[in-house]
């Protein structure tokens, strides 16, 4: 379940129902001219919904994904 997209209560519903959180972590990086910036970042977090769901659905364990927090950019060699 993608915590932003819920409202606070439904929010509180999840935490009272023993939901677990889980922050995906990524990296704001060059890629080359074939990828944005933000690929890394983006791919962790929708990695970790589709892991939530999948672990909703086939053990019923509830995870709130956090919004991904991107970190450790690497210098720009060529920009």
């Known amino acids: 379940m993608e915590f932003c997209s819920l409202t606070w209560p439904e929010i509180r519903e999840s935490i ?20 944005a910036v933000e690929w ?3 791919s962790a977090e929708t990695l970790c919904v589709s892991a939530a769901e999948r672990a909703l659905a086939q053990h019923g364990v509830e995870a709130l994904v956090l919004p991904a927090m991107p970190f ?8």
């Open 72 to 79: 450790g950019p690497t210098p720009a060699a060529s920009l």
């Open 40 to 42: 890394d970042t983006w």
């Open 16 to 35: 009272d129902r023993g939901a677990l959180a889980v922050l995906p972590t990524g990296c704001t990086e060059q890629q080359g001219p074939h990828l």
